[in-house]
């Protein structure tokens, strides 16, 4: 029997970053020595107080059905802290909570977009965001930043982007993939165009606790009441309290669209995890000792593997001041992303991201959340290779 499947899955590109980690693996099976810079994911375990609430909520027996929209003390506790920490006046209500970051974008984008509405998105991006556009019946428009620019849209571009389709643009700072962090100033006029067009912009923060040298973030809703209105903000746990398998995000926005995306959750996956909602509370309501922690640690390996990165002979890497990526740019060796990553992986045995998932092929994806001894082994094995490349 041959089934005829939707058309919108042939419109979907399966995830690349996948593929490469599902190679890696498998050699790491058959005992391969394998170092892997893919995953983009905190290699730490979720502090003891987080996984301790989630234990107890477990034990007083948090294990039913819960509201669609999420726990009511943690959408507090997301209101409160999105106040507290990025000026945004939210109430519990303007919160949803969600299975990760992921799937608040993608609750936010079935709400939103319609067939021949238009999304901007700066590449290099995020690879789910195109994706989840299409998915949406949407048009992504994928804007191209340079590497002058430090792979940062400027105002000039996202305004000759938009024309009368244009319904949201997808702002991620700081970013995955390049770890560059928009400046104070460049949010602001950000915001100025996206106000001027009249615009909705969903501002993806999954990273904003990541932050390295004088690096500041400033959420682009809080510029002022004009912007805050048009203004989505996605987040989550993962990042930031290593809590990747929790699967706990939110979406926080305008009333009319919270309710249209709590609709959406409704008839698709419910309320997330019960008891792992209440191991989230305890992340934002307990001291954040647990996040400076981390951030050292991924402070001391982003010097260590940019000095190696620096010192590879035809890699041009803008320093990355968020995140836990660095994203060099190989176009000088005249190879393609994914040539370069597949030799790389056959020759030396290192797996790293080719840059063409995130929409910029001439550059490669390394992420060091990691431990440092790997770094720098895998770091020699990167320069060996690039060098036999010559
Ligand atoms: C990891 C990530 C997310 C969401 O991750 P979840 O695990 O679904 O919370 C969203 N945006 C970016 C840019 C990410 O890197």
């Known amino acids: 029997m041959s089934m005829k499947l939707a058309a919108r899955v042939a419109q979907v590109t399966p995830s690349m970053t996948l593929a490469i980690d599902t190679k890696a693996k498998a050699m790491k099976r058959e005992g391969i020595d394998v170092i892997s810079f893919s995953v983009g994911e905190p290699d730490f ?19 039913r059905y819960g509201a669609a929209a999420g726990e009511p003390k943690l959408r507090e506790a997301i209101a409160q802290k999105l106040q507290r920490d990025n000026g945004l006046c939210y109430g519990a209500d303007n919160v949803l909570v969600t299975n990760g970051g992921k799937h608040s974008l993608f609750n936010l984008m079935l709400a939103l977009i319609e067939p021949g509405d238009e999304v901007i998105i700066p590449a290099p991006f995020w690879v789910s965001y195109p994706e989840m556009v299409k998915l949406a019946g949407g048009t992504p428009v994928i804007v191209p930043t340079t590497l002058e620019s430090g792979y940062k849209i400027t105002p000039e571009q996202l305004r000759q982007a938009v024309t009368p ?39 993806d923060e999954i990273y904003e606790k990541l932050l390295y040298d004088q690096a500041e973030h400033l959420s682009i809703g809080a510029v002022n009441p004009d912007i805050f209105e048009r203004t989505i903000v996605s987040s989550g746990f993962a990042k930031t309290y290593a809590m990747t398998g929790w699967r706990v995000g939110f979406l926080a926005g305008p009333l009319p669209l919270i ?60 320093k990355p001041d968020g995140a836990f990526y660095v994203f060099p740019n190989i176009a000088q060796l005249g190879i393609s992303s994914i040539d370069f990553c597949n030799g790389l ?32 082994r895998g770091m020699e094995r990167l320069t060996t290779y690039v060098k036999s490349l010559a």
């Open 45 to 63: 375990d979720t502090p003891a107080h987080i996984r301790t609430a989630a234990e107890i909520a477990l034990e007083q027996g948090k294990t």
């Open 259 to 318: 309710q249209a995306a709590t609709k959406i959750q409704g008839h698709s996956t419910s309320n997330v995890c019960t008891f792992a909602q209440y191991g989230a509370v305890a992340a934002y309501e307990a001291p954040q000792d647990c996040v400076q922690q981390m951030l050292q640690a991924f402070s001391e390996r982003r010097q260590i593997i940019l000095e190696f990165i620096n010192a590879i002979p035809g890699f041009n890497c803008p």
């Open 165 to 203: 389709k244009t319904k949201l643009f997808v702002f991620n700072s700081p970013s995955n993939p390049t770890g560059m962090v928009y400046t104070p100033d460049e949010v602001r006029a950000l915001a100025q165009v996206v106000v001027e067009q009249n615009l909705l912009v969903v501002s």
């Open 345 to 376: 992986l056959e020759t030396q045995q290192v797996a790293a991201i080719p840059g063409i998932a995130f929409g910029a092929d001439d550059c490669v994806r390394f992420s060091y959340a990691t431990d440092v001894e790997s770094i720098r």
